[in-house]
């Protein structure tokens, strides 16, 4: 299995705080991604990081953002949450960012705001 | 608007059936993928399909890329109850990022 963990598992939060996702590797992939998979709407990008520092907006971008400090961390923040953010997030990992490669998904992270 | 078009969207059928599922676009892709998600975990890579027209077998399932390259389908012979899961197709989208369709949710009673 590729080492991806994700923190917190399941969150409860209540509208309006602030919320942030941690995604960690153990792998030294250098491409990242946060998606988000819902009922009727299937996996959905967030964002996606092609390096440190170095970040991309997905088809979802808007209430989300993202920091990659560092190789093995990908963050995922959302600012003032919203009930419309309630879903369960998957980090991504992969080598070349092609979408020909493949991509090993963490166990991802259910939220719910109330 | 790219999309992938799985169907059926549900299936749930006796063990030993053999089924198929299907992921349609009106778009050329340059490759497909197929995911299996078991509930609480994410997806897991099953195949990638580059070639029009491939077939690429994995033990019962059967993966085959439309000669258009628009098209896949997963076949599966004998199905067992730990083929039950979700199904996603995946494709490059027009900005070169990846998409998913909406999955087929598989079910095999024992």
């Known amino acids: 299995d590729a080492g991806i963990t994700q923190s917190p598992r399941h969150k409860v939060t209540e509208t309006g705080t602030p919320v942030t996702l941690r995604c960690h590797q153990t792998?030294?992939?250098?491409?990242m991604y946060w998606y988000r998979q819902d009922p009727g709407h299937g996996l959905r990008l967030i964002h996606y990081?092609?390096?440190?520092?170095?970040?991309d907006k997905g088809e979802v971008s808007d209430g989300y953002s993202v920091s990659r400090s560092k190789t093995e961390d990908f963050l995922l923040t959302l600012e003032s949450a919203t009930s419309s953010q309630t879903s369960v997030y998957f980090c991504?990992?992969?080598?070349?960012?092609?979408?020909?490669?493949?991509?090993?998904f963490g166990p991802g992270t259910r939220l719910t705001v109330l | 608007t790219q999309l992938l078009e799985q169907s059926p969207q549900f299936l749930s059928i006796q063990e030993g059936e053999n089924l198929t599922v299907y992921c349609n676009s009106s778009?050329?892709?340059?490759?497909l993928q197929w995911y299996r998600q078991e509930p609480g975990e994410g997806p897991v890579l099953l195949v990638t399909?580059?070639?029009?027209?491939e077939v690429k077998k994995l033990k019962r399932l059967t993966f085959q890329f439309g000669d258009a390259r628009k098209d896949s389908s997963l076949h599966i012979t004998a199905a067992q109850p730990g083929d039950t899961g979700l199904y996603l197709c995946?494709?490059?989208?027009?900005?070169?990022?990846?998409?998913f369709g909406k999955g087929t949710r598989l079910h095999i009673l024992p």
């Open positions: 990081s092609y390096g440190v520092k170095d970040t």
């Open positions: 991504a990992i992969s080598t070349s960012g092609t979408v020909a490669d493949t991509q090993y």
């Open positions: 399909v580059v070639t029009g027209g």
């Open positions: 995946a494709g490059e989208g027009w900005d070169d990022k990846i998409i």
């Open positions: 792998e030294n992939h250098r491409y």
């Open positions: 778009s050329v892709f340059s490759s």
